[in-house]
């Protein structure tokens, strides 16, 4: 995939996304430009991570999710 002959990524900074996370990784690999989407986890509310696999499990068109953590707090270092 491809837009305009370039790799297309996401990154999600997390914290207080539990409640959206899921939809906005649903809908964003549901465009079928975007490549890969990064879930950066900042500390971020428990049940995030289950969010992020649900939501994973359920893409269809091969674009890529991966969840990262990032111990140093705050959306900069994210």
Same mark, same amino acid.
């Given at each position: ?10 990154? #999600? ?14 809908? #964003? ?50």
């Amino acid at each position: 995939m491809s837009w305009r002959g370039c790799r297309i990524s996401v990154v #999600f900074p997390t914290y207080n996304e539990r409640d959206s996370i899921r939809a906005a990784i649903l809908d #964003f690999a549901a465009t079928d430009v975007v490549d890969e989407i990064v879930v950066v986890n900042n500390n971020a509310a428990a049940g995030t991570s289950e969010e992020v696999a649900e939501a994973t499990a359920r893409i269809v068109n091969g674009t890529l999710v991966r969840e990262v953590d990032e111990i140093r707090q705050g959306y900069g270092h994210a």
